[in-house]
């Protein structure tokens, strides 16, 4: 859940996009340990904050909602993909646990795709 | 002065005839006799409209004489633009070193007159940009990106013409484009591009990701194509898509414009140069990509006649910054409005286009360069 909480400049951030969106973009990498993370607007106005648990790299994205498994992943506003399995705020969000909801089936969303 | 094989079997003429003279470059291509049909067209207009691009001061058209492509209709359309058109085949001049002759005499006929051009002021319509992503990440769609769709906006407002491609990252955010377009033709037309370039990925069976998108994009956090299109679309500002065209042929009025053709550099550039494009900018996210110096995408390099503004946006890739124009990623750092980096992507444009050489054109990457064209059918 979203907390408001002021920025502080030693913390992480994460930007939302769009008001819709169910993922932020991370500007920081998240340690193990995990970490509070500030979110903000595309033009940096603070709004909340979410806890990330995990190891999330530089770039990547969170969830700032809980997504249920088949439920759309929102960014800019619109679907960029599909939940493969159910998704707690502040968990890393990519390529294990979302799909194409164009190109390839839900079930290769968590296949051997190397990186 | 560019110097135009009709044929790929005129390639070997076409870099001895340019060998040494300077401001001569010899385009060559991948055109064979073994195409068909559409192809031809689409290669005989392209040939035409590189040698009507406006960084093409002089053309010289050379053959074998016995070429699919129709070496006078090439000729009679470049020089309606005005410009010095010449042809030499291996037929007229009945051998291949009195061929070679023949080309550098003219060559070197037009240096001089080449050399006396002076630039004058003309009004941003006679201006046509690319916009082109590449090595994308998240970072693209949160800085460069946006910023350039902000320049973008802003030229077409002041009457520029602006071009995109790479119909196979528009696959997710096709919708976004067809809600602009400015008639029914041309959001037909981009939709059913799009379409056909997800059609053909389907029909392999093959999960795309790996290739679109990209290992390196996977690296940077884009999860899937509908991610990286609705990230990249932002490069096309906000304005009326008014054109969208074939490669090989060029918008039929101005404003913003789309021309199929999937996302392959080489091809890109040839496509845009021959749609009229006298530059490029070109966003990238970050990751191995960003540090190639040159050009990434490209097995050739770039082209001479469409000079490319480099924008990067990763603020993590500060070793690469020095290969690039224009560094984007202070809109992450909060140092830099997206405003502000608009405005020094215009500015960028404008010198440019007045004859400030880019990064890349100040270290071009030299290598052996031959061009492939886009087809689509068979190779007989």
Redesign the interface.
């Known amino acids: 859940m979203i907390t408001a909480t002021p920025t502080d400049s030693d913390r992480c951030v994460a930007i939302l996009a769009h008001c819709d969106d169910n993922v932020a973009t991370l500007l920081a990498d998240i340690p193990a340990d995990g970490a509070v993370v500030d979110l903000v607007q595309q033009d940096l106005t603070h709004i909340g904050s979410i806890q990330c648990a995990a190891p999330i790299p530089f770039g990547h994205k969170t969830a700032v909602r809980s997504i249920p498994r088949g439920a759309d992943i929102v960014k800019f506003g619109a679907v960029i993909g599909v939940a493969t399995e159910s998704i707690c705020v502040g968990q890393h969000v990519h390529i294990q646990n979302v799909a194409s909801a164009r190109l390839g089936t839900p079930e290769s969303g968590s296949s051997d795709a190397k990186h | 002065m560019l110097v135009l094989p009709v044929g790929q079997c005129a390639n070997e003429l076409a870099a001895r005839v340019a060998a040494g003279i300077p401001a001569a470059y010899p385009f060559l291509h991948t055109q064979p006799c073994a195409h068909l049909g559409e192809d031809n067209t689409a290669a005989q207009h392209c040939l035409i409209g590189l040698g009507r691009n406006p960084n093409a001061a002089a053309v010289l058209l050379v053959g074998v004489g016995c070429e699919a492509l129709d070496a006078d209709d090439i000729m009679d359309d470049m020089a309606a633009t005005g410009k010095p058109v010449h042809c030499v085949t291996l037929e007229s001049a009945g051998d291949f070193e009195r061929a070679v002759t023949e080309g550098r005499r003219w060559l070197r006929a037009q240096s001089e007159a080449v050399a006396r051009l002076h630039r004058e002021p003309v009004s941003l319509s006679s201006l046509t940009v690319a916009v082109k992503c590449g090595g994308s ?3 693209s ?2 800085a460069g990106n ?1 910023a350039i769709g902000r320049a973008v906006d802003d030229f077409i407002d002041r009457g520029a013409s602006v071009v995109f491609s790479e119909t196979t990252e528009l ?3 096709e919708h ?1 484009l067809a809600d602009r377009a400015a008639t029914d033709t041309v959001r037909r037309t981009l939709l059913e591009a799009v379409h056909r370039a ?1 059609e053909r ?2 029909t392999t069976g093959v ?4 290739i ?1 998108p990209t ?1 390196g994009n ?4 884009l ?5 990286k299109s ?2 990249g679309v932002l490069k096309t500002g906000t304005r009326p898509l008014q054109s969208a065209f074939a490669w090989g042929s060029r918008a039929d009025v101005p404003g913003l414009a789309f021309m199929d053709c999937p996302a392959n550099v080489p091809q890109l550039l040839i496509g845009w140069a021959a749609a009229g494009a006298t530059l490029l900018v070109f966003s990238v996210g ?1 990751g191995v990509p960003a540090r190639i110096p040159s050009l990434i995408g490209t097995n050739v390099g770039g082209l001479p006649l469409l000079p490319i503004v480099k924008v990067l946006s ?1 603020p ?1 890739e500060t070793d690469a910054r020095r290969f690039f124009d224009i560094y984007a990623g202070t809109i ?1 750092e ?1 140092s830099e409005s ?1 405003d502000h980096v608009a405005g020094r992507i215009t500015a960028a444009v404008l010198e440019t286009a007045s004859g400030t050489e880019t990064l890349y054109e100040q270290h071009p990457w030299p290598g052996h360069q031959i061009w492939e064209l886009l087809t689509h059918g068979p190779t007989v």
């Open positions: 990440d998240t970072t769609a949160l946006p696959i997710g955010a976004l997800e990925i389907r999960d795309p990701r790996g679109q290992p996977i690296r940077g956090g999860t899937t194509l509908e991610e609705l990230g970050g990763n993590r992450l909060q997206l």
